[in-house]
């Protein structure tokens, strides 16, 4: 579009009376938007309409509004999708965090120093609005509305239902025989209602019922997926059979002791009335969104050797217990043992959780109901049981029969015509030796994305979802700030691939699984992105003449929006794109962009700086933020009044993955003393919400660290460091010990050249 630009700048908050309004008036000027409005108070009715009638008589089309953060009064400022509007921050980044008067510096300087920091911010804003141009959204060709659920369980059920309520069609995928999952085998089900102490009938049949009767789902039992391809909006899924017919027909594993209570008859035989084997429909169908509900599986204990898992008989763990429970009545005295103890003394059993101390009270009740003289033993090192689980917890304390205690088990044997369990530090200030029938211990509940490849993906960087380690097989990328999304957009999980939970938990996961997949397909359709940057209608745009076939933009993105050819050359997927630019960070040709952001608008920003070459004692830093983080805490900081260095000029980034090291070139090149990156935490105290842009951003500083090295300056002039969000007390002493080390060193020897 043809540009007409407005400048507005604000002198309320306190910015009329530290800054000189003039001086921004003319550093705007200087920039190429001359005539700079000032007014009071822009976020007045007032204030905005001065800047509406600019709009409507002047054709002003591109507002630059230097007052508060971008991060506050969002709507106020919004002046229609057809216009553009880019905000300066003078107030929680200038004004707010001004440095005390000192023995240093004397509040002259001071003073000085802020109104050169806010003209900085009023050209880099100018600047980043002529180098701005209005997004197209990218639109498909043709969107398919319909979900595609993965998971007949409690999760997938729910999903199911509550997609279709919404008016979406879906087709529900299982790949055993009948819907239910592991709730068919459930003897009986927490209590959901008050006073949370008694258990209740499984309702998993009553769901699995509304499911099948719902015109606007499409049930596929002994099913898989085969193949995911595609992008959000425009997924091709094509599906295989989930076990062949000799699969189906051979008998179902059954474990020593089930067989004994078949063989007694206090068991139902598990391969009676199989189904007939039915063949999946091989043809591929067209998705919008796709909801992984596929559940967990029980972790194997048997590498506890001194719990004879494997090697004793009547050792058995939660799960084989409940298929116990279900069949018949069940052993007289149970110890429950939630802990693998012996040298593992305080830790929990692999992927142990709330849910299995749960499992334990109910399974105790088990014993309780089925013998009036039946004692159960609960032994642990950590019982788990949130909200109103708690009067669970208490209803099983107050029964006389049921026991706990914390205890180290250290060894498990045969004696007297059952087994005794031995357990050290316990509550009773004792060592207990229990004889008991059975002992049942508390696998915890490993997600299927740990152990298999359960979603098949036809992407250039692989078929599986490739998550951090530290998720421990879990398939969330943000598990705090987007809990459903997966590291492939348009791909929720919920239940038990996305962490333990009970039923009702699952059940309120599973529907927030199922929006999310809705909010993925319309966006899509409105050619905008998902979390975290919701409702952006950029997305990369390449200049493929100028490609080297690199691959780095495919390898670095954490969403495996790029596909390549077979020359190499990126093949985009727009609508699988999350906008964090870390595919224009990775490009040496920087030949990938925005509209709305790009190498050329971040390049200029920084030269847009004044870097006086006569006065050692004002260098000028750049630090470079990500806009989840590091940004916001600095917003944070300026709104508590926290004083922050008035030699750091910062530009906000929507990733540290984005960082082009040409911009750290460019920085130094300029006279910039030194630059600084500030990004989302990552490794064990992971936080990046672009997955692993932080992490990039860090491996590529060692490669700008040699370069410096080349051109004969400090490698210590270009640093990175990681805050939370939380960091706002901190940050400004963060940046102030960089800018104290760059000092230390003595000014840029490019400064004037």
Known sequence: MEKKYGAYICAGCGIGEALDMEGLVKAAGESGIPGAKTHAAFCSAAGRELIQNDINNDGVNTVVLCACSPRVFQD???????????????????????????????????????????????????????????????????????????????????????????????????????????ALGWRQQFPTKAP????????????????TGNSRITVKTATEVARIAGAPGALKVSFKSGKTKSEWDAPAKVTADEQDLINKGGMADPNAGLQPYMAADPAA????????????????????????????????????????????KVPANVAFVQSPGGSENDMDFPYCNSVTSMVALKQAKYVRADNPDGRAYILYQHMRTPGNMEMFYKGAQNDDGIFLTKANVTKVEEGNGGLVVHAQNTLLNEDLAIEVDMVVLAAGMVPTTKEEASINLAYRQGPAFLDLELFDGYADSHFICFPYETRRTGVYTC????????????????????????????????????HPRSGDGSYPEFFFQRCTQCKRCTEECPFGALDDDEKGTPKPNPTRCRRCGTCMGACPERIIGFKNYNIDMIGSMVKSVVVPDDDEAKLRFVVFVCENDAYPAIDMAGMRRNTMNSLVRFIPVRCLGSVNMVWIKDALSSGMDGVLLLGCKFGDDYQCHFVKGSEIANKRMDNIGETLKSLGLEPERVGARDVAISDYDKVGDIVSAFVDEIVALGPNPFKGF
């Open 285 to 328: 169908e067209d998705f919008g969104g796709v909801v992984l509900a596929t559940g967990w599986t029980p972790a194997n204990v048997s590498e506890y050797a001194h719990l004879g898992h494997g090697t004793l008989k009547n050792v058995v763990t939660n799960a084989e217990f409940e298929r116990l429970a279900k069949a018949g």
């Open 196 to 211: 949370w102490t008694e258990l209740e009938e499984p309702t998993v049949a009553a769901m699995v019922a509304a499911v």
């Open 76 to 182: 106020e400022f919004n002046f229609g999708a057809d216009k553009i509007t880019i905000r300066g921050n003078i107030r929680e980044q200038a004004v707010w965090c001004m440095e005390k008067p000192s023995d240093k510096k004397s509040a002259d300087t001071i003073k000085e120093y802020t109104q050169e920091l806010a003209s900085d911010y009023v050209r880099m804003a100018c600047t980043q609005a002529k180098k701005t141009e209005l997004p197209e959204p990218y639109k498909l060709e043709t969107l398919t509305r319909k979900i595609l659920v993965m998971g007949g369980g409690i999760a997938g059920l729910t999903a199911a239902k509550e997609a279709a309520d919404a008016g979406y069609d879906v087709t529900l995928v299982e790949r055993e025989e009948q819907l239910g999952g592991k």
């Open 495 to 530: 239940g038990g691939v996305r962490k333990a939970m009970n039923m009702e938990e699952t059940i309120d996961d599973a529907t927030g699984a199922a929006l999310k997949a809705i909010q993925a397909i319309e966006s899509a359709d409105r050619g905008v992105a998902v």
